[in-house]
């Protein structure tokens, strides 16, 4: 934006020792931006879970599931052109400072770094990393069986067989109950081998998290990932009003918000009144005037349809008015 003002200016500069040139100039209008952070929780069940409550009694969840949770919103008001409302203006000698003057803060044209947003979008989806390193039990057995030769003479024979999932998942749960044990039995000092300070420590840090890993495979684990998303709303030339800002959608997370898929976030906007500009004086003479808009202060309110997520209040230029200032002819 500086680099247009300044390219703006050296024309204008070089039109002074003419007598006049038309300039289209825009009012400004003012763009929400909504910069929001996501979290995604991938949530895999255990191998063992429908077993939980029967060998740990406690309760675990069955089924795989993909979470998202809004965790920051941030908003940023962006000033850009708006190209529905475009006036000319005749630069001339005399004429020229005071353009410069108000395009510099902002009254013509959009201000001089005026914030443009940063894009960010989706991150790649994620596999879980599986159970493997949690200490599952060898799916096979052997069972011994006894069979009968055509003497009618017994004959014991070793026979692999496939565990079922119950079984592996009783092991599994002996194993827990073992492990505590056994850190009971070191706390307490009920072994052959004396542990203190450092060694204990390690050892107990050991138990725990092998512990952890078969807990795992009743109670299942979740992975986390990050989302960041930038949405923009441009509000309407009336007065209250409420959009969607944003949608949540439980497959792809952060969406925009004509994706009707996702859970909708509200943004609500609550409009100050704006005075009425005075009126040009009737007996002054102005050889022309510059529009400029005078922006309404909005009360801005992003919701999830029952909690607040964000509050704050803003100055919005097209839902403000359109104001003159005159040019009066110098004697």
Same mark, same amino acid.
């Given at each position: 934006?500086? !680099? /247009? &003002?300044? @390219?703006? =200016?050296? *024309?204008?500069?070089?039109?002074?020792?003419?007598?006049? %040139?038309?300039?289209?100039?825009?009012?400004?209008?003012?763009?929400?931006?909504?910069?929001?952070?996501?979290?995604?929780?991938?949530?895999?069940?255990?191998?063992?879970?429908?077993?939980?409550? !029967? /060998? &740990?009694? @406690?309760? =675990?969840? *069955?089924?795989?599931?993909?979470?998202?949770?809004?965790? %920051?919103?941030?908003?940023?008001?962006?000033?850009?052109?708006?190209?529905?409302?475009?006036?000319?203006?005749?630069?001339?000698?005399?004429?020229?400072?005071?353009?410069?003057?108000?395009?510099?803060?902002? &009254?013509?044209?959009?201000?001089?770094?005026?914030?443009?947003?940063?894009?960010?979008?989706?991150?790649?989806?994620?596999?879980?990393?599986?159970?493997?390193?949690?200490?599952?039990?060898?799916?096979?057995?052997?069972?011994?069986?006894?069979?009968?030769?055509?003497?009618?003479?017994?004959?014991?024979?070793?026979?692999?067989?496939?565990?079922?999932?119950?079984?592996?998942?009783?092991?599994?749960?002996?194993?827990?109950?073992?492990?505590?044990?056994?850190?009971?039995?070191?706390?307490?000092?009920?072994?052959?081998?004396?542990?203190?300070?450092?060694?204990?420590?390690?050892?107990?840090?050991?138990?725990?998290?092998?512990?952890?890993?078969?807990?795992?495979?009743?109670?299942?684990?979740?992975?986390?990932?990050?989302?960041?998303?930038?949405?923009?709303?441009?509000?309407?030339?009336?007065?209250?009003?409420?959009?969607?800002?944003?949608?949540?959608?439980?497959?792809?997370?952060?969406?925009?918000?004509?994706?009707?898929?996702?859970?909708?976030?509200?943004?609500?906007?609550?409009?100050?009144?704006?005075?009425?500009?005075?009126?040009?004086?009737?007996?002054?003479?102005?050889?022309?005037?510059?529009?400029?808009?005078?922006?309404?202060?909005?009360?801005?309110?992003?919701?999830?349809?029952?909690?607040?997520?964000?509050?704050?209040?803003?100055?919005?230029?097209?839902?403000?008015?359109?104001?003159?200032?005159?040019?009066?002819?110098?004697?």
């Amino acid at each position: 934006m500086k !680099k /247009y &003002l300044v @390219i703006a =200016a050296a *024309l204008l500069l070089s039109l002074a020792g003419r007598a006049q %040139s038309s300039v289209s100039y825009s009012m400004p209008q003012t763009v929400l931006v909504f910069n929001v952070d996501a979290q995604k929780e991938s949530f895999f069940a255990g191998p063992y879970a429908r077993y939980a409550q !029967k /060998y &740990l009694g @406690i309760n =675990a969840e *069955l089924y795989d599931r993909v979470t998202y949770t809004v965790t %920051s919103v941030k908003m940023v008001p962006a000033v850009e052109a708006d190209q529905s409302q475009r006036f000319t203006y005749q630069v001339n000698a005399q004429s020229q400072a005071v353009y410069l003057q108000l395009t510099s803060q902002g &009254l013509v044209s959009g201000p001089a770094g005026a914030y443009t947003p940063d894009k960010g979008w989706k991150y790649p989806v994620g596999k879980g990393t599986g159970f493997s390193d949690k200490g599952i039990p060898s799916n096979l057995t052997e069972r011994t069986s006894t069979l009968y030769n055509a003497d009618n003479h017994a004959v014991r024979q070793q026979v692999i067989v496939e565990k079922t999932t119950e079984v592996k998942a009783k092991e599994v749960a002996d194993k827990i109950f073992e492990i505590r044990e056994n850190k009971y039995k070191i706390l307490v000092g009920d072994t052959d081998a004396t542990y203190s300070g450092e060694a204990m420590k390690a050892t107990i840090d050991a138990l725990n998290k092998l512990e952890q890993d078969y807990l795992t495979l009743f109670t299942g684990y979740s992975e986390y990932g990050s989302q960041s998303a930038s949405f923009e709303v441009i509000p309407a030339s009336n007065k209250n009003q409420t959009y969607v800002a944003f949608r949540m959608s439980d497959e792809e997370g952060l969406v925009p918000a004509d994706n009707v898929s996702g859970k909708p976030y509200f943004v609500q906007l609550t409009v100050e009144d704006v005075a009425p500009a005075p009126a040009l004086d009737s007996k002054a003479k102005p050889v022309q005037v510059i529009n400029y808009r005078i922006p309404a202060i909005c009360n801005v309110r992003l919701t999830d349809g029952i909690s607040t997520l964000l509050q704050t209040r803003v100055p919005v230029y097209q839902l403000g008015i359109i104001a003159a200032y005159p040019i009066l002819k110098t004697k």
